[in-house]
């Protein structure tokens, strides 16, 4: 069965402080994807990125970056430089194959990232 | 405005009452889904659409719950005989049918609270 383990429930640092928020996950698929969502106080989900199964090539998106490895199943994610703006929950997603080869998301618990000033 | 929008933002119903919410997608978007978030928890898939056709339920999806999208535009949600056990918020996204379940764009959500 598929699962998203989201292993810290909370984080909180200081501003400018680099935070990395963990995400490890259960599949038997050889084919799937990942992703990392944001929740913003104001509720709605943010996509911030997608991975295939088959590119574990590291990503870099300004202060965000993402290091997925295959060998410890883990998607995990980096702010570098924190600020006040991105406390928010933040989700990570595994895709599951529906039996028409669509896709259905499984969520992480999510964890919620606050920032102080 | 292009984005996901649903309607009403709030709901708040006394136990056994019917609501019914609505969503309306980016107009480009073939799909269509419901996703249900607890407090504390990531979304939990409810339905899904492709055009007007309903192609997947969740077993959450009891048969109180019922969702429609008749012209394949926008999607209606309706939960009868309403429980405690269904205060939740009731996420709706979008995708493009080229782009599969690549990047789904939510709305804002309905926050359901049963009294």
């Known amino acids: 069965a598929q699962k998203v383990t989201q292993a810290q429930t909370e984080i909180s640092v200081v501003e400018k402080e680099d935070v990395t928020l963990d995400c490890v996950y259960e599949?038997?698929?050889?084919?799937?994807?990942l992703f990392w969502y944001k929740q913003p106080p104001s509720g709605e989900l943010v996509f911030l990125i997608r991975?295939?199964?088959?590119d574990e090539q590291n990503e870099i998106s300004g202060r965000y970056s993402w290091n997925f490895q295959k060998s410890t199943s883990s998607f995990n994610f980096t702010i570098t430089a924190s600020q006040v703006v991105d406390s928010a929950v933040y989700f990570c997603?595994?895709?599951?194959?529906?039996?028409?080869?669509?896709?259905?998301?499984?969520w992480g618990a999510g964890t919620k990232l606050i920032i102080k000033p | 405005d292009t984005g996901v929008s649903q309607d009403p933002r709030h709901k708040i119903t006394k136990r056994g009452q019917n609501v019914t919410f609505r969503c309306d997608p980016i107009?480009?978007?073939?799909?269509l889904y419901w996703y249900r978030q607890t407090l504390g928890q990531g979304p939990e898939f409810l339905t899904y659409?492709?055009?007007?056709?309903?192609?997947?339920k969740s077993r959450l999806l009891s048969d109180r719950f019922s969702a429609e999208r008749p012209k394949g535009s926008f999607s209606t949600l309706e939960i009868q005989r309403t429980e405690q056990g269904d205060s939740a918020m009731y996420l709706c996204?979008?995708?493009?049918?080229?782009?599969?379940?690549?990047?789904?764009?939510f709305g804002p959500g309905t926050r359901l609270t049963v009294t």
């Open positions: 996204a979008s995708s493009p049918l080229d782009r599969g379940l690549y990047e789904q764009y």
């Open positions: 107009s480009e978007h073939n799909r």
């Open positions: 659409f492709q055009n007007e056709a309903q192609l997947e």
């Open positions: 599949t038997r698929d050889t084919t799937y994807y």
């Open positions: 991975r295939n199964s088959f």
């Open positions: 997603a595994l895709s599951e194959a529906f039996k028409d080869s669509n896709y259905q998301l499984i």
